[in-house]
């Protein structure tokens, strides 16, 4: 089958090739056999697929994956290997018709209503709201939640990290060897650059969606060196091609020892380790345009920094311009404030421009929590690279998306519950964002599928979903509808088209810096409204009372 077109072209399958047909419970065929068994499965419903709780103790949420979903339901078609091995798998009894029927199923009858994808989002609000025939959409169940769940709680993550570390830092996502196998190592780079990091490590992720790759070498690189007579080819060429230096190793050696007899720097350290110096050089002559230097292998202030200024200065007698260090231990605010000095220090003494400012990266085990400690302390560090706390998402194993029913041949269904915050809000609803005379978002509303729109300057009355005293009148000044059809099956309705990544990731920037400062703090933040119309609370609980068991008592 050929994939649904977009824009003139066909919309490519999921990045991932395992994200097929069978990527989900065995109990979602067992329920589509027993739909088509009953003759149900053509039965149009509608399911809201949501979240009920925000992450990571915070009272935001940014919504992610929905690329994936568009591309998983645009190429969804079951292969006859795929059937045979269903029919394997299910009971003897089942019929032969039921395979037949599989073999035709595609999403062409389905349409999908969705959040745009770096929307920041909030529990109860209909991610996506996907319609179509019974017996499919609930084929659909499993790897929807599949592809928002982690997808939303790592942009999630990323937008947290951002948040502590601050807009002017540079970070870098150098989670690839902690993660959860190669899937969860190429989807965390993909969506901690939706939440706002700059670069990853990952270069398959680097090519499969353009993201910047950044990285330099490691402890192993520093330590195979001996000494500087492994360098055999000494020699580098200007930046500007005017003429070549012959020996690379002696100019540095000279910048070093003047460096160790500066007046400014005299005392600091002494002999460096000389094994380190040559792994640097080394480095230098290999990337001169990008020389960034590991400089904690041996000691960062006595050996490491020293060395990195000794290369660095030879590399700028050739007109060249060192990338700057990473500091991968110890205490890092310390050291970063350190550093900083002794390359401001190089500065005033050599009359080097701006190197003071040379780039600081720190790394080791960061997360939001010495992120906050690094900003309370001081530092000087430029950028962050964060890994197995970002990427594993430690703080939080899950989302808790889920995709509920609410209705099915134009009749409302509710879920109910004894813990009313798995109450589930029945029927096809319209979701807005509804904003205030200072330009923030005030509440999010649901209101049924057939109600007016909320408009601007009218007064509209917000409740609370099960709570009926918590309710507040809204003047809004903006409205913003947040389902959009991103895929129209059989309607003739105008598809949304897919925006490339670096979209996404501007949109889910904006959309952070457009939200109240208190709901997005990292400690008790406030929590965000969300709200259903005056009409839609009514039906809730005449649907809640219409089909709860009544009680008898003897």
Known sequence: MEAKKENGGVIAGPTNPMVTPLLTDLYQF???????????????????????KNPFGGEYTVFAGLEEVI????????TEEEISFIRESLSDS????????????????????SIPEGTVVFPKIPLLRIEGPIAVVQLLETPFVNLINYASLVSTNAARHRNVAGKSKTLLEFGLRRAQGPDGGVSASKYCYVGGFDATSNVAAGKLFGIPLRGTHSHAFVSSYMSLDEIIDKSLRRKDGSSTCE???????????????????????????????????SYALAFPNNFLALVDTYDVMRSGVPNFCAVALALNDLGYKAGGIRLDSGDLAYLSCEARKFFCSIEKEFGVPDFGKMTITASNDLNEETLDALNK??????AFGIGTYLVTCYAQAALGVVFKLVEINNQPRIK????????????????????GKEGYPLVDIMTGGNEPSPKVGE?????HPFQESKRAYVVPQRVEELLRCYWPGISDKTRETLPPLKAIRERCIKQLELMRPDHMRRLNPTPYKVSVSAKLYDFIHFLWLNEAPVGELQ
């Open 247 to 281: 020996d690379f190793v002696s100019l540095v050696q000279t910048w070093l020892s003047k460096i160790q007899w500066s007046n400014s720097l005299r005392g600091i350290f002494g002999e460096t380790n000389q094994s380190e110096l040559a792994a640097f050089t």
């Open 71 to 78: 591309r998983f339901i645009a190429n969804f078609r079951l």
């Open 30 to 52: 067992t329920m589509a056999y027993a739909y088509w068994k009953a003759g149900k499965h053509q039965e149009r419903a509608v399911f809201d697929l949501y979240f009920r």
């Open 459 to 463: 007064r509209i009355l917000c409740r």
């Open 94 to 113: 089942c019929e032969d018709g039921f395979f037949d029927y599989l073999r035709g199923i595609d999403c062409s009858d389905v349409e999908v209503y």
């Open 416 to 435: 109910l519950s004894e813990d009313v915050s798995k109450v589930s809000i029945p029927c096809k609803k319209r979701c807005y964002r509804l904003y």
């Open 377 to 382: 302390q001081g530092h000087q560090v430029d």
